[in-house]
């Protein structure tokens, strides 16, 4: 998760895609890079503008709901569009659509300031006795004991990869915002307090983490840890 002062160069260190020179890739290319060497994962690339969430590979999806699993208390988008990637390209080319389509702005502080939070969702189901790249002789001939009950069907194991370039925080007295922008300011500054609360109660190992406070820390719910005391 990437956070500071807005233009403090948050989007660069995320989101550069580097395709001419490998070594300027952004943490999200890079993440992709090491998935892509053993799987092919789905992802999406959602942002959070005003407290509402849009969908940047397809704009015209907003105000998407958030849903939560009332037995597992897993988050999820059902509404979102999901892409299967095929290769690095692909990849970088869904995160150049996600780009064109975020909301940015000129201000005093930033010329290109991020006026809302960007996700990028990365989805990994594999069942346990498939084949992954490096696995060894030995683990394929053990796919009998990794069948769940002996019925024949293999367990699943999913993962889900966050990366999040977080808008950039701002002093409302040196942004010079006015008008529609100062109000985007003010639900920045307002989710970003609230994530800053998650990460205080987790860290002073509270037993009650306010994730609902913001849908950014709704989104960001499983990756505070055991969801036992999440509110």
């Known amino acids: ?8 160069g948050k989007t660069y260190t995320v989101g550069k895609l580097g395709k001419d020179d490998a070594a300027e890739r952004g943490i999200m290319v890079r993440a992709l890079e090491d ?13 959070l503008y005003m407290e509402s969430i849009q969908d ?10 958030i849903n939560e699993d ?5 988050v999820s988008l059902p509404d979102v569009s999901v892409v299967k990637v095929q290769d690095l390209n692909h990849f970088s080319d869904l995160l150049q659509i996600g780009e064109t389509n975020r909301h940015a702005a000129n201000t005093k502080q930033n ?19 498939q084949k992954a790249g490096d696995e060894t002789a030995s683990q394929e001939k053990d796919v009998k004991s990794n069948l769940a009950g002996g019925n024949g069907l293999p367990r ?6 966050l990366v999040v370039d977080l808008a950039g925080s701002e002093r409302l007295d040196k942004s010079g915002s006015e008008g529609h922008l100062l109000e985007e300011a003010k639900f920045i500054n307002l989710s970003l307090t609230s994530l800053g609360k998650c990460i205080n109660a987790q860290a002073e190992n509270s037993p009650h983490i306010p994730t609902r406070d913001s849908k ?12 036992q005391g999440l509110h």
């Open 1 to 8: 998760m990437a956070y500071g002062q807005t233009g403090t």
């Open 35 to 47: 998935v892509l060497a053993s799987t092919m994962p789905g992802s999406d690339v959602v942002e």
């Open 56 to 65: 940047l590979l397809a704009p015209e999806k907003a105000s998407i709901p």
């Open 70 to 74: 009332a037995r597992t208390g897993e």
């Open 111 to 129: 010329t290109e300031s991020s006026r809302s939070h960007a996700i990028l969702m990365v989805h990994v189901r594999r069942s346990i006795n």
């Open 156 to 161: 699943v194991r999913k993962s889900k990869l």
């Open 216 to 227: 950014l820390t709704r989104l960001l719910r499983d990756s505070f840890g055991a969801l």
